[in-house]
């Protein structure tokens, strides 16, 4: 069975631009959350998507939102960039009480 | 509300000396807590998890963890480390109440291993 992917693997962008990153879930999970990884700030929890709805997000600012596509599959947009969104995004993907993990978009904001 | 603490952020040890990690967690409701790996330029793997069965868990690669309520503890070990073991390691707790599967980290703890 495949694993969770992401796309794309790394992205260079400037500020002020915004940023769409996807996330492809293992088949057969509904499931899909979405962390931030930085060096100063850890593993930070952004939302996660069930059945195409939000059902839980964290302590980020309005300028990061996602959705779910019906097929699961899942995006997020970062718009109006900062330097400070330069961090690893890791979506990961669940089925009951297990979460799996793609690989990660490595987002660089000059 | 629930957190992880994970004490000190780097730990060195020998090849084939005992690998010890530890996490202490808060949390209002029974916990799920886990252990993942992440190796450079990767994402994160699961070695093992505790989800109110039996309280000492063994995981993959030789890791076990025992969960204490008690101490609030859930430290993860491995008797005799080898260099693949180097990596940065995230302890994280859980509620998973069905509409809930939010993973609140710990800040990992690097484990360097010494030939």
């Known amino acids: 069975k495949a694993g969770v992917t992401q796309t794309p693997r790394y992205l260079i962008k400037t500020r002020g631009q915004q940023v769409t990153l996807s996330c492809s879930p293992i088949?057969?999970?509904?499931?899909v959350s979405w962390y931030q990884q930085t060096p100063g700030q850890g593993l930070q929890f952004l939302f996660e998507y069930f059945s195409e709805t939000q059902r839980n997000k964290g302590n980020f600012p309005g300028r990061f939102s996602g959705r779910q596509f019906s097929n699961s599959r899942s995006e997020m947009n970062v718009s109006t960039l900062e330097l400070g969104d330069s961090a690893l995004y890791l979506c990961?993907?669940?089925?009951?009480?297990?979460?799996?993990f793609g690989p990660g978009t490595r987002l660089t904001v000059l | 509300a629930q957190s992880v603490t994970q004490l000190g952020s780097h730990v060195s040890v020998s090849e084939g000396a005992l690998v010890l990690l530890r996490c202490n967690y808060s949390?209002?409701?029974?916990?799920?807590l886990f252990w993942y790996v992440q190796y450079p330029n990767q994402g994160l793997q699961l070695l093992l998890k505790y989800t109110s069965a039996a309280t000492l868990v063994k995981g993959i690669n030789g890791f076990e963890a025992e969960f204490k309520k008690s101490e609030t503890s859930f430290h993860l070990t491995k008797p005799s480390a080898h260099m693949s073991d180097a990596a940065e390691y995230f302890c994280?707790?859980?509620?998973?109440?069905?509409?809930?599967?939010?993973?609140?980290f710990g800040k990992g703890i690097t484990l360097s291993v010494r030939p």
């Open positions: 994280a707790v859980s509620r998973f109440s069905g509409a809930n599967s939010k993973l609140t």
């Open positions: 088949s057969g999970h509904r499931s």
């Open positions: 990961a993907s669940s089925l009951r009480d297990e979460q799996f």
């Open positions: 949390s209002s409701v029974p916990p799920y």
